[in-house]
């Protein structure tokens, strides 16, 4: 890790960064990227977000040294990933999409292998601490192969720990881990994340993204379209709903002039109006011209999933392309 006093401004600095995949037989080449620029600020909680297919996996995969780049240039931790690759690696930690497991490993014998293989010396190694920390300690000397799926991925992230890395990617890393696992280890990835490392999430729960990041990328396309601060990405859209609850129950949707309206629960309904151009006394105006009695109102600000749809596919009214 850089010395204290020579600590990087960025942990990651991506500049023109392309990707092209060969054709396959008759198979047209792949551009994969198409000139990606990207800088992550040490000690942030980055998050990476973007629809299938758009190149996500392609930029964790060269930053993490799986996948050669076509063209740019990427720096981890002040070091250039084509000059520097052993410094590179020693910086990096990084959890896979994948499962990747020592089946006929202890947890602890996983954790002591990985650690020799990043040369840390046997008395600075922290494997029982790290076993503490993501909660397996009472499973450090069973074998992996009796580790559920959500235990496993917790096993990764030690994996990706033991060398100590400045710079933390995380893949997917809680497809398939129920909720009170996904909670323990969001609960210890903050942890570290307040002690200094930098977090790079890729996640399709964008309700996590939202809470645990304080910067987002939106890559579309091989291009990122968004990079900026999440709270300033979640005003990026000027709408807000009022969800209505009529005093006697509705047949039909009302058709308000101006204002889109979508059914909701239990008889409820949402208007959703631009809030440059509208007003909730105007919605409430409108629905009680429609001849309908309110008992009851809310408001709804735009949330991440209305902002990544709206800069992915240009309407928040489709269905969620994370969603194959």
Same mark, same amino acid.
Request: glycine share 8%; charged share 25%; net charge negative.
């Given at each position: ?30 551009? @994969? ?30 930053? @993490? ?108 890393? #809680? ?27 890729? #996640? ?8 645990? $990041? ?11 379209? #968004? $990079? ?97």
């Amino acid at each position: 890790m850089t010395a204290a006093n020579a600590l990087p401004e960025n942990a990651i600095e991506v500049r023109g960064l392309k990707k092209t995949y060969k054709g396959n037989g008759k198979a047209p080449a792949k551009v @994969a990227l198409r000139g990606v620029d990207l800088t992550v600020k040490r000690g942030s909680m980055f998050g990476l977000l973007g629809p299938n297919g758009a190149g996500k996996s392609t930029l964790i995969n060269i930053i @993490a040294g799986v996948v050669n780049k076509s063209e740019g240039s990427v720096k981890i931790w002040d070091r250039d990933i084509d000059t520097h690759s052993r410094d590179v690696r020693s910086a990096l930690g990084v959890v896979p999409q994948e499962i990747v497991a020592d089946v006929f490993f202890t947890p602890r014998e996983s954790l002591e292998v990985q650690a020799g293989f990043y040369g840390v010396p046997a008395n600075e190694r922290r494997s029982d601490e790290l076993l503490a920390a993501l909660g397996l300690s009472d499973k450090a000397n069973a074998y992996v192969r009796q580790l559920s799926g959500g235990m496993k991925r917790r096993l990764m992230v030690a994996k990706a720990l033991v060398h100590n890395p400045p710079v933390l990617i995380l893949d997917e890393p #809680t497809a398939g881990v129920d909720v009170e696992l996904r909670r323990q280890l969001w609960d210890y990835v903050r942890k570290i994340n307040e002690e200094g490392v930098t977090v790079i999430l890729t #996640t399709h729960y964008l309700e996590e993204a939202q809470e645990l $990041c304080d910067t987002i990328a939106i890559v579309n396309r091989g291009e990122v379209v #968004t $990079c900026e601060p999440t709270q300033q990405l979640l005003r990026r859209l000027d709408t807000r709903n009022v969800v209505v609850v009529p005093e006697d129950p509705i047949s039909t949707l009302p058709d308000l002039d101006g204002f889109t309206v979508s059914a909701r629960s239990n008889g409820a309904f949402a208007v959703t109006y631009r809030t440059g151009e509208s007003s909730v006394e105007a919605v409430l105006s409108a629905v009680r011209g429609a001849g309908i009695s309110i008992r009851d109102i809310t408001t709804e600000d735009p949330d991440l999933e209305d902002v990544f749809l709206a800069l992915t596919y240009g309407d928040s009214s489709r269905p969620d392309p994370t969603k194959d």
